[in-house]
C-alpha cells in the first residue's frame, strides 16, 4: 500500500481539487441562476464531498496512469528532489499555447453555435470576469485531474489489457481511442449544468460534445505526449480565453455596435 502511489503527490493533488471546487462557486451559481446561501454548513457539505470524490479519483488516477506510462513526470521529479526548471519552461510556452488555440476554436465554434441557440448568446458576459477567473482553476485543475488522470487513464488501462501491441505496451491507436472517448464523455457531462440553461436536443448536445471534444482532445493530447502538467497549463489558458477575455471582448464589441 506504501508505495502504490507517490502519496505526497496525492496529497498535493487532493489539495488543490478541494481548493478549486470552492474557487468555482461563484461562477456555477451564476452561470445557472441558482439562488442559494453559502453558510458555513453547506460548505462543509461541499468540502466533504469533493474531498472524498476527489481522493478516490486522485488514488485510482495515479495508480492507473503509472501502469500505463503516463502521469506528472515532471511534478514528481520535483518531489524527489531533483531540478526541472528547464523541463518546464519548455512546456510553459506550448503548452499555454495550445490552450489559447483551444480557447480561440471553441470561441468560434460558440458563436455559430449560439446563431441557433439564442439562450446561450448573453450568459458569459454577464457573469463578473473575476468569478469566471477563479473558475478557470477549476477547470485546468480538478477537471483534467478527473477527466485525464483518472478517466483517460482508465480506458488506457481498460484497452491495454484488451490488446496490447507488439512491445507488450499501449498502442497508439488504443490511446487515440482513449482520448477520443474521454473527449466525448468531458462534453455529455455539461450536459447536466445545460440542462438548468436551455431545454435539451440534438444541436444543444452536439454542441456540449464538439465545444468540449476539442479541448478534450488537445488536453488529452498533451497529458499522453507531456504529461498533466501540460495538460493543466492549456487547459487554463483555454478556459481564460473562453470564459475571461473572450466575453470581455464581446461586450466591448456590442457596446461599440449599440453607440453606432
Same mark, same amino acid.
Given at each position: 500500500?506504501?508505495?502504490?502511489i507517490n502519496?505526497k503527490l496525492?496529497?498535493?493533488?487532493l489539495?488543490?481539487? =478541494?481548493?478549486?471546487? *470552492?474557487? =468555482?462557486?461563484p461562477?456555477s451559481?451564476? *452561470?445557472?441562476s441558482?439562488v442559494?446561501?453559502?453558510?458555513?454548513?453547506?460548505?462543509? *457539505?461541499?468540502?466533504g464531498?469533493?474531498?472524498i470524490?476527489? $481522493?478516490?479519483?486522485?488514488?485510482?488516477?495515479?495508480?492507473?496512469? @503509472? &501502469? =500505463?506510462g503516463m502521469?506528472?513526470p515532471i511534478?514528481?521529479?520535483i518531489?524527489e528532489g @531533483?531540478n526541472?526548471?528547464a523541463?518546464?519552461?519548455?512546456?510553459?510556452?506550448?503548452?499555454i499555447?495550445?490552450?489559447?488555440l483551444?480557447?480561440?476554436l *471553441?470561441v468560434?465554434?460558440?458563436l455559430?453555435?449560439n446563431?441557433?441557440?439564442?439562450?446561450?448568446?448573453?450568459?458569459e458576459i454577464l457573469v463578473a470576469?473575476?468569478?469566471?477567473?477563479l473558475?478557470s482553476?477549476?477547470?485546468?485543475? $480538478?477537471e483534467?485531474?478527473?477527466? &485525464?488522470?483518472?478517466?483517460?487513464?482508465?480506458i488506457?488501462?481498460?484497452i491495454?489489457?484488451?490488446?496490447k501491441?507488439?512491445?507488450?505496451?499501449?498502442?497508439?491507436?488504443?490511446?487515440w481511442?482513449a482520448?477520443?472517448?474521454?473527449s466525448?464523455?468531458?462534453?455529455l457531462?455539461?450536459l447536466?449544468?445545460?440542462a438548468?440553461?436551455?431545454e435539451?436536443n440534438?444541436?444543444?448536445?452536439? &454542441? $456540449?460534445?464538439i465545444?468540449?471534444?476539442?479541448?478534450?482532445?488537445?488536453?488529452?493530447w498533451?497529458?499522453?505526449?507531456k504529461?498533466?502538467?501540460s495538460?493543466?497549463?492549456a487547459h487554463?489558458? $483555454?478556459?481564460?480565453?473562453l470564459h475571461?477575455?473572450?466575453?470581455i471582448v464581446?461586450?466591448?464589441?456590442?457596446?461599440m455596435v449599440?453607440?453606432?
Open positions: 500500500m506504501k508505495n502504490l502519496w496525492f496529497f498535493i493533488l489539495i488543490a481539487c =478541494v481548493i478549486t471546487s *470552492i474557487l =468555482v462557486l461562477y451559481l451564476e *452561470i445557472t441558482t442559494i446561501e453559502i453558510t458555513p454548513l453547506i460548505l462543509l *457539505i461541499i468540502i464531498q469533493n474531498l470524490l476527489f $481522493a478516490i479519483v486522485i488514488f485510482f488516477g495515479l495508480l492507473l496512469s @503509472k &501502469r =500505463v502521469g506528472l511534478l514528481e521529479d518531489l @531533483k526541472k526548471n523541463e518546464f519552461k519548455s512546456l510553459l510556452l506550448p503548452s499555447g495550445l490552450g489559447i483551444s480557447g480561440v *471553441i468560434i465554434f460558440s455559430v453555435f446563431t441557433f441557440i439564442p439562450e446561450f448568446q448573453n450568459i470576469p473575476w468569478k469566471s477567473f473558475a482553476f477549476y477547470g485546468g485543475i $480538478a483534467e485531474v478527473l477527466l &485525464r488522470l483518472f478517466l483517460l487513464s482508465l488506457v488501462w481498460i491495454f489489457k484488451i490488446k501491441g507488439k512491445d507488450g505496451k499501449t498502442t497508439n491507436f488504443g490511446v481511442i482520448i477520443i472517448l474521454s466525448i464523455i468531458f462534453g457531462g455539461h447536466p449544468a445545460t438548468q440553461i436551455v435539451l440534438t444541436i444543444v448536445i452536439m &454542441r $456540449a460534445i465545444l468540449n471534444g476539442i479541448g478534450g482532445v488537445v488536453f488529452g498533451l497529458y499522453w505526449k504529461g498533466l502538467e495538460a493543466i497549463m487554463f489558458s $483555454a478556459d481564460i480565453v475571461v477575455i473572450s466575453p464581446i461586450s466591448f464589441i456590442l457596446s449599440t453607440l453606432t
